[in-house]
């Protein structure tokens, strides 16, 4: 596996991370393209009845626009603080984002719509982009622990709030 991941950096080379950053929206864009036409169906048979279509284009919109401005926070100010801040309140609840569609699929017995997305691009960008942040000297070991801790805590009550609609 590590062969593999090493070959994003002699393909994408080590980018400078207010570069890197922006790969992160661009997935999130994909992730919700694969989302979008049957997200709403599987959330209101496996989560809420009461989920809508209208409730994942507003969460949906609101989180690109946020992924959006938090890449351009970081590109701008690529410095220690924001660094944790963006692992901390946005970009690390993508790897808890590939788990909720991986459990919920594994759990409900049906295909999560995001699924493939979030294996094939969430796992592969945060290790890429938190790499090029250690090299960088944006994170630290203890700051991205932290930052993790903090991101699973926001994404839980995301999907409680959002999804599952408690």
């Known amino acids: 596996m590590e062969q593999g991941m090493n070959r994003i950096f002699v393909t994408l ?8 950053v922006w790969l992160f929206p661009a997935a999130t864009a994909l992730h919700f393209l694969e989302e979008a036409p049957g997200f709403t169906k599987w959330a209101q048979q496996f989560a809420s009845p009461r ?6 284009a507003r969460i949906h919109a609101i989180g ?18 924001v660094v944790f801040l963006f692992f ?5 609840e993508m790897a808890f984002n590939a788990a909720f569609h991986l459990g919920a699929t594994l ?3 049906t295909y999560c719509p995001g699924l ?4 094939a691009l969430y796992p592969t960008l945060f290790w890429y982009v938190s790499r090029v942040a ?22 839980a009550l995301d999907v409680a709030t959002n999804v599952f609609l408690l």
């Open 64 to 81: 690109l626009a946020y992924t959006s401005a938090f890449a351009g926070v970081v590109a701008l100010f690529p410095n220690r603080p």
């Open 134 to 155: 250690f090299q960088d000297g944006l994170l630290t070991w203890t700051g991205s622990l932290a930052a993790f801790a903090i991101a699973g805590a926001i994404h």
């Open 116 to 119: 493939a997305t979030a294996l």
């Open 107 to 109: 759990w409900f017995g």
């Open 13 to 20: 080379g080590i980018l400078p991370l207010h570069h890197a």
């Open 88 to 92: 901390a309140f946005c970009f690390s």
């Open 51 to 56: 989920y809508t279509s209208s409730r994942w």
